[in-house]
């Protein structure tokens, strides 16, 4: 049974659609990137996700069950982290964590979770109020893995977070992947949805522009591999002779290479095993200077989708 | 009951808040300065009066004042803040939240309300004697679901609008039409049948009217449960300011409807039921982005 599955999920506010139609998928033991630009309805879709927000049309269901009916079920096998969400600044952390192991029903100790996330025992005593941003995400983390929820929301963790925290983040959330927990994991940082998810979705002006698979996506998007030669001469022999490889799909000469006077040549290629070839045929012509190899990254995957969807 | 843990975290967040003692500290001494005023002024004051003056501007104005602020921000506040998300991510429902609120700040109340309570018969019994126990346990009573009426009107008000300011525009007004119109708007209905005004042993009905306003049941509160005092008479003179009891029971307090206990409690358990109903179902439909 999937993790989440929404059927034509739609909100409206008057005549403004934040989110429309959305059909999306995510199963156990998978981690779900939701990419999108700031006010494309992430956080919408999300609140959705989380009954903070009724759909207009469309329902979200979780394991199942529609979350607009049984808010509550949903939530006892989710863990959550909401976006602009706000700790008690008075009470401390630990007392954080043992009302959500109240409401949760189950008996984790807080220290376990204190300690996971990477907070002080001392700290953890302290009232939240004292603490610093991204203690207090590290906080809101610990609160999400309450009672091994087998569904992890995750709204913008990493914000507020160090280089450290980041990289904590990353380990749990793998971890409770490897556990056969489903992560949802909403970012605009593509960078940390890369390093973390199997598969996402991109939502731009509240649609689902493309879903599947991150490296299915990536070499969707153009060749595989980009080489940019530069080289002391450019002889029209060479690029008749680059042209004739199989595996190049664009070639392209230019006079003045990217920010120096030296010549270069672009090479598009469907496949990143002739990057040698390439190289080879290069030198029988000319010698080579510098060169750099570029291959489909998210950005551009992401920058397309969102420039389509502009157009 | 997750509404309970959510009562007993928000009393544990009261407890580490100034509001809470400062709630306290003001109900206690304006309870302790009525009963001071009664002990230096009066002459002869025995326990019976001093009973009689447990109610006074502690119960009629800084009860109902304290009760809206300790109540107004409850759900509105946390909706502003977020911390709201941070309950609903919980396994909690909206109803929890409700009730948990209202039940958190209604224990909040309650212990300024019996502090001060407890303060003031402490100085009666100190000064001048026991006083008289059913009365006073009944009206404590009495005061206290007054005060759930209160709690539970603020928290309708936190649970319906969308932001702070606009609960502290709901509140304000609706203390001053509770305080200062709503008479005059019964008094209006009443000229409008009848085109002469309320004396003062007014039909049922428009005593029925006054009694809604759940500020005035609990001023006959006050006059039906507790010892019945003869008028005050004042005496300046040149040692100073003297008071003295006369026989005299103050006009208007012919027996009706509006003086039986049970009335008087329904006024409050239908204040208490009411805004907290429409509350939630107000909260349960709002979009909380």
Redesign the interface.
Known sequence: MAAIRTTDLTKRYGSHTAVSELNLTVNAGEVYGFLGPNGAGKSTTIGMLLSYIYPTEGTARVFGTDVHDEPVATKRRVGVLPESCQLYDRLSGRKHLQFAIDAMDVDDDPDTLIDRVGLEPDAARRPVGEYSTGMKQRLKIAVTLVGEPELLVLDEPSSGLDPAGIQLLREIVLEERDRGAAVFFSSHILEQVEAVCDRIGILVDGRLRTSGDIEVLKSDTGPAVELDIEVDTLPPELVTALESIDAVTACAATANGSGSSTPAVTVSLSTGSAKAEILRTVEEYATIEDFAAEEPSLESLFDEQVAEAKR | M?AI?IAR?DV??AV??RALWAATAIFLGFMVLTQFLVVTVVENPDPELATRFLEGPATEVVLPIVGLIVGYQAIVGERE???V??L???????LDVVVGKFIGRFAVLSVALLSGFLTAIGVIVATLGVPPVVPIVTYVLFVLLSAAAIVSIAIGISAVVDTRGRAISVVVGGYIFATMLWSYVVDGAYYAINRDVPGADPPTWVAVLDHLNPLTALRTSGNVLLPEAGHISITVTEEGVSAAQTGQAPAGTAETLVHEPLFLAGVFVLWTVLPLAIGYLRFR?T???
């Open positions: 997750t843990d975290k544990a967040d580490r808040s803040t977020g911390n998300k941070f609903l991510g919980l396994p909690h429902s909206r439909d979009d909380l982005s």
